[in-house]
């Protein structure tokens, strides 16, 4: 996957900055994502183009446990966010919703906004294509991997109840 860096190098970006809590009662993807990021940056979702990706510091996502925050990123159609440290509670949410979360020391300190990178989730590599410099991410769990790349838990759940039920027809 290839994308411009749109980086936010302040520490703790919680989840109220990330989609304001006046936005809590939308539930529709495409709505949320016209608020993301926006008390952060009012332009963020201006700039922000399909495959993007969101480069930040330590602790993104700590504050309320709210699928919105993914929601929004998701909506705006950002292909992950790459960030020295999660918040636990945005991690998982992100990996329950198939969205690319990537822990990655080092990275959003090194990059500068626009950038192009490059991310291969098969070799754990990040390329800053701008700045001809790779960086090796922490590795997703090949269940979270499956789980983005079916669209999320629920429908991983729904595969795998599928797989079993097959199974045992066939024995």
Known sequence: M???AHVYARPHINTD???PARYLNVHEEAELAKHAMEDIDADFVKRVKPGDFLVVAEDFGCGSSREHAVWALRG???A???ATSFARIFYRNA???GFLAIEC???CGETSPGDEIEVNIGTGTI???SK???YLFTPIPDFAREMMQVGGLLEYVRRKIERDKNKSHSA
């Open 2 to 4: 290839t994308g411009r």
């Open 17 to 19: 900055e990330i989609i």
């Open 76 to 78: 705006a159609q950002v």
């Open 80 to 82: 992950g966010v790459i």
């Open 95 to 97: 990996i329950n919703n």
């Open 105 to 107: 020391e080092g990275f």
């Open 127 to 129: 390329t800053n294509l």
């Open 132 to 134: 001809r410099k790779v």
